[in-house]
């Protein structure tokens, strides 16, 4: 027998010790045994008689708990079995928490500590009220989005279409005696950010390893509109093929599974810890990984992800919101998913990890050739297909800022090399005359029309990057465009695009 989660050995007894037994009255119990060596063996305990008076109270006085203390002999050789309940209330040594997890003490602090104290009153993070907010504070699209979804999902009544926002809401849990709960906010709040630092998710695009950040982007709002606007920001800036987050059965091509990207940010929303830091993806050549804060529940390991496994969010309330939208089910299969998905793709298979106090998850592309010899095809004039000139400019830009001021003269290089190929795709898919733009808005603006086919939410000062202009020039052009109805922006100015307008 070795030492494990509830079985503590020590040769002899010190006050340090009360933190052993503070750790397994808060965790599942255990026991601790004073007079045995690191292997278990007896080594006799010289004054036994001492301890065993003096034990019990110090442990009473120290902690408020009472515990089992029993005196052994085992041939002649005296040692004492400390035995520990496990409490319902939590329990502290001088105000500090402690916890018994493996084989080892944690003392437990901010976001451990809040979460700790507050399942040991019954309660979760997300079912707390939140007294600075009020009904003011929801977003009637957020709802209104979440209204329609449930009712495809056919997981809610007919009729909640019919309820108002209060009605809804206590509905759903999230409201108590006309209160948000904290739930209320991260579903659905306008500024989730007002009340909770890190609502938000960071994106970054890497080269070759981490310390190759490109560019970056963050998404911030409640996760109704996370969900949303991050694949759009996934789609419009960092994936080379687009993908649709609605089809979960559809599989693109040398990408990612749609269902496993949709399930990790579904995970990462769901069950992150909330006071801690952002959630955040980055995206290299050829994988892509998320992060949250939060480990997984107690007695569940990263092996058994991969199996059939119970749901036990560690944000109930805003889980069981999520499923009665349709967003996730609620069987635990949210990793499975991702699992199958990547299997399916014959894509190698996803690592989960524990990282900095967070879980990792990593899916992995299929190897494509190297750039180097995709820019040797191009160099050479071996590219004779649209779809591979948009793939390799994509590829070659990131597109953006910071990479392209890094190495405009190649990109550009790149660019009249295959302008033919664009100004050609760009009159047949779109109707547009490209001499007629060239005379009416000047001889740069196919060079912005054709950016825009390539990168539809490039900004106004990448293109000034790429074309060496100045961004006023770029952004009166772009003005004429949008007067003229040659294109049209869809989105915010933050996360959305420029979308080119066929012309009739």
């Not at 109270?57 to 035995?83: P, S, T």
């Given at each position: 027998m070795s030492e494990s989660q509830n079985i503590e050995w020590k040769r002899s007894w010190h006050n340090d010790y009360l933190k052993w037994i503070c750790g397994f009255a808060n965790a599942v119990g255990g026991i601790i045994y004073i007079g045995k060596d690191d292997d278990g063996a007896v080594t006799h305990l010289e004054h036994h008689k001492a301890l065993m008076e003096s034990l019990p109270?110090?442990?009473?006085?120290?902690?408020?708990?009472?515990?089992?203390?029993?005196?052994?002999?085992?041939?002649?050789?005296?040692?004492?079995?400390?035995?520990v309940n496990p409490y319902s209330v939590p329990v502290s040594l001088r105000g500090r928490y402690y916890y018994r997890s493996g084989s080892s003490k944690m003392e437990m602090t901010g976001n451990t500590l809040n979460e700790f104290l507050l399942k040991k009153a019954g309660k979760t993070w997300d079912d707390v009220i939140e007294e600075g907010a009020s009904l003011d504070d929801i977003d009637d699209n957020s709802i209104k989005t979440f209204v329609k979804d449930a009712l495809k999902s056919g997981r809610m009544p007919h009729d909640i279409g019919e309820l108002s926002t209060v009605e809804l809401l206590e509905k759903i849990r999230l409201l108590d005696q006309g209160k948000l709960k904290r739930a209320a906010i991260i579903l659905f709040g306008k500024d989730p950010n007002r009340f909770y630092p890190n609502i938000?998710?960071?994106?970054g695009r890497f080269g070759i390893n981490d310390a190759d950040l490109r560019f970056q982007e963050v998404e911030e709002g409640n996760i109704i509109e996370l969900l949303k606007t991050v694949p759009n920001q996934l789609n419009y800036k960092f994936f080379i093929k687009p993908i649709d987050f609605e089809g979960l059965l559809r599989i693109e091509k040398e990408e990612y599974p749609v269902a496993a990207i949709r399930e990790m940010l579904l995970n990462a929303l769901v069950h992150r810890s909330y006071m801690g830091s952002m959630v955040q993806m980055r995206v290299y050549d050829d994988k892509l990984n998320i992060w949250n804060e939060g480990l997984l529940p107690e007695g569940m390991d990263l092996e058994s992800l991969k199996h059939h496994h119970i749901s036990r969010p560690r944000n109930p309330l805003i889980a069981d919101v999520c499923f009665k939208a349709g967003y996730i089910d609620s069987w635990g299969r949210g990793t499975l998913k991702i699992y199958e998905a990547c299997k399916e793709a014959g894509l190698p298979e996803p690592e989960i990890t524990n990282l900095d106090g967070g879980i990792l998850v990593t899916v992995f592309k299929k190897e494509t050739s190297s750039l180097n010899d995709q820019d040797n095809a191009v160099a050479g004039g071996q590219v004779d297909d649209l779809e591979k000139s948009i793939e390799q400019v994509r590829r070659e830009f990131g597109l953006l800022s910071d990479r392209i001021a890094l190495g405009k003269e190649k990109n550009i290089a790149f660019l009249r090399g295959n302008y033919g190929v664009f100004t050609e795709e760009i009159r047949k898919k779109f109707g547009i005359n490209t001499e007629e733009i060239r005379k009416k808005y000047g001889r740069n603006a196919i060079d912005i029309l054709m950016l825009f086919m390539l990168e539809p939410s490039i900004r106004s000062k990448d293109i000034a990057v790429i074309l060496e202009l100045a961004a006023s020039t770029i952004e009166k052009v772009i003005a004429k465009f949008k007067d003229d109805e040659v294109i049209e922006r869809e989105g915010s100015t933050k996360s959305g695009y420029w979308k080119i307008i066929e012309q009739k």
């Open positions: 109270n110090k442990i009473r006085e120290n902690l408020g708990i009472i515990c089992d203390v029993n005196l052994h002999d085992e041939a002649g050789k005296k040692y004492i079995e400390i035995r938000k998710v960071k994106i």
